[in-house]
């Protein structure tokens, strides 16, 4: 499915995608300390030079043939790989701290379900299977679409989003092989569309996702004062569309969904927001949800209407907040054994006592 490419704003004068060099969009790399810093004393610095020396090259040559191997399969055997080896990962982390939190968090969350422990412990081993697909998947983000794994849900949402005639701003979460979404809207639903991302620690898993998105040539930018001015200078021109996603760490913790905490004050929600502000544009909330193996329903939610006084069309930061809370935390909820950020969430300790009172949208 291909829809018109995105047409809002004159773009000309303004910034242009094929004005900005594509390996601008890659993450600048850390300084390399000092080898012999590996067999320095215990400490900081000793830890940071066996990461960069020793770690991380070589779980980047693993992550590196694996991805150039499942790249080659096909999407059905590459996702039953994903959730085959999934047990093994668990097994493997079984004593790491997240892993505990994922489990913790898993429980806390689904609290409300009507289950034994038996039946909580087999969401849980769900949750990591589907986790193993989302990340052996990764390597079919840019033929999901392609191959039509991708379903779309709620074309009529798009359309009238699209009559407004401007720039869509498209917000999501982490369900799913999210990267797949980046590549149905970039290359199917509101092409061209750029974006924000987060860089992975290892420099090697950099390079593996900066080659995936060169291939369709997707501009999605790395942290940085240059990329919030190109972001916001492309979407205000009409140049492309923007997919950002809401769910992301930052300050060592997820803050959307709020699940009864504060809503938050900074973070890709409130650049979204700000964005779409600034030129003129339309939010439009969308998810995934894994159906069967690699094959997913894209569904796109009706666009959120301006909520400014004075009917200045604008969004107003708190009540757009409250409104991507009030849809998303729902979704996840629903969708918890498919939500990859889980892991990066930091509930606070007396979360469970509350939870009736500060989270109304708990399963049920």
Same mark, same amino acid.
């Given at each position: 499915?291909?829809?018109?490419?995105?047409?809002?704003?004159?773009?000309?004068?303004?910034?242009?995608?094929?004005?900005?060099?594509?390996?601008?969009?890659?993450?600048?790399?850390?300084?390399?300390?000092?080898?012999?810093?590996?067999?320095?004393?215990?400490?900081?610095?000793?830890?940071?030079?066996?990461?960069?020396?020793?770690?991380?090259?070589?779980?980047?040559?693993?992550?590196?043939?694996?991805?150039?191997?499942?790249?080659?399969?096909?999407?059905?055997?590459?996702?039953?790989?994903?959730?085959?080896?999934?047990?093994?990962?668990?097994?493997?982390?079984?004593?790491?701290?997240?892993?505990?939190?994922?489990?913790?968090?898993?429980?806390?969350?689904?609290?409300?379900?009507?289950?034994?422990?038996?039946?909580?412990?087999?969401?849980?081993?769900?949750?990591?299977?589907?986790?193993?697909?989302?990340?052996?998947?990764?390597?079919?983000?840019?033929?999901?679409?392609?191959?039509?794994?991708?379903?779309?849900?709620?074309?009529?949402?798009?359309?009238?989003?699209?009559?407004?005639?401007?720039?869509?701003?498209?917000?999501?979460?982490?369900?799913?092989?999210?990267?797949?979404?980046?590549?149905?809207?970039?290359?199917?639903?509101?092409?061209?569309?750029?974006?924000?991302?987060?860089?992975?620690?290892?420099?090697?898993?950099?390079?593996?996702?900066?080659?995936?998105?060169?291939?369709?040539?997707?501009?999605?930018?790395?942290?940085?004062?240059?990329?919030?001015?190109?972001?916001?200078? @492309?979407?205000?021109?009409?140049? /492309?569309?923007?997919? $950002? %996603?809401?769910?992301? &760490?930052? +300050? !060592?913790?997820? #803050?959307?969904?709020?699940?009864?905490?504060?809503?938050?004050?900074?973070?890709?929600?409130?650049?979204?927001?700000?964005?779409?502000?600034?030129?003129?544009?339309?939010?439009?909330?969308?998810?995934?949800?894994?159906?069967?193996?690699?094959?997913?329903?894209?569904?796109?939610?009706?666009?959120?209407?301006?909520?400014?006084?004075?009917?200045?069309?604008?969004?107003? @930061?708190?009540?757009?907040?409250? /409104?991507?809370?009030? $849809? %998303?935390?729902?979704? &996840?909820? +629903? !969708?918890?054994? #498919?939500?990859?950020?889980?892991?990066?969430?930091?509930?606070?300790?007396?979360?469970?006592?509350?939870?009736?009172?500060?989270?109304?949208?708990?399963?049920?």
């Amino acid at each position: 499915m291909t829809l018109p490419r995105q047409k809002n704003a004159d773009q000309s004068g303004g910034l242009r995608l094929e004005d900005i060099p594509f390996h601008e969009t890659m993450p600048e790399e850390p300084a390399a300390p000092s080898v012999p810093g590996i067999f320095g004393p215990a400490g900081d610095e000793r830890t940071a030079a066996r990461r960069y020396w020793i770690t991380h090259p070589v779980d980047g040559l693993l992550n590196t043939v694996f991805h150039g191997l499942l790249e080659r399969l096909p999407a059905r055997f590459v996702s039953t790989f994903g959730n085959a080896t999934a047990d093994l990962a668990r097994l493997r982390y079984k004593n790491r701290i997240f892993a505990g939190r994922i489990e913790r968090n898993f429980h806390a969350l689904t609290s409300s379900l009507d289950r034994n422990d038996q039946e909580q412990q087999d969401g849980l081993k769900r949750w990591w299977r589907n986790i193993g697909r989302t990340m052996a998947e990764f390597s079919k983000a840019n033929h999901l679409w392609r191959e039509d794994h991708l379903k779309v849900q709620g074309l009529e949402n798009l359309e009238r989003a699209q009559e407004l005639g401007k720039p869509l701003i498209f917000v999501s979460m982490h369900l799913g092989t999210w990267e797949a979404a980046f590549t149905a809207i970039h290359e199917g639903l509101a092409a061209p569309s750029i974006g924000p991302f987060q860089p992975e620690p290892n420099r090697f898993t950099n390079r593996i996702v900066y080659k995936l998105r060169k291939r369709r040539n997707q501009y999605l930018f790395p942290p940085g004062q240059r990329s919030a001015i190109r972001l916001h200078k @492309l979407l205000r021109s009409g140049a /492309a569309s923007l997919t $950002i %996603f809401i769910d992301e &760490v930052r +300050d !060592n913790q997820v #803050h959307l969904p709020a699940f009864g905490r504060p809503l938050p004050d900074k973070g890709n929600a409130v650049v979204a927001i700000k964005l779409a502000n600034a030129a003129g544009g339309t939010i439009v909330p969308f998810y995934l949800r894994r159906q069967n193996g690699p094959d997913f329903d894209l569904n796109i939610l009706p666009p959120l209407e301006p909520n400014a006084a004075y009917q200045t069309k604008r969004y107003d @930061l708190r009540p757009t907040l409250q /409104a991507f809370n009030e $849809i %998303f935390e729902p979704i &996840v909820l +629903d !969708n918890i054994e #498919h939500w990859y950020m889980l892991g990066e969430l930091r509930l606070p300790a007396n979360f469970e006592r509350n939870l009736g009172e500060k989270c109304p949208t708990a399963l049920s």
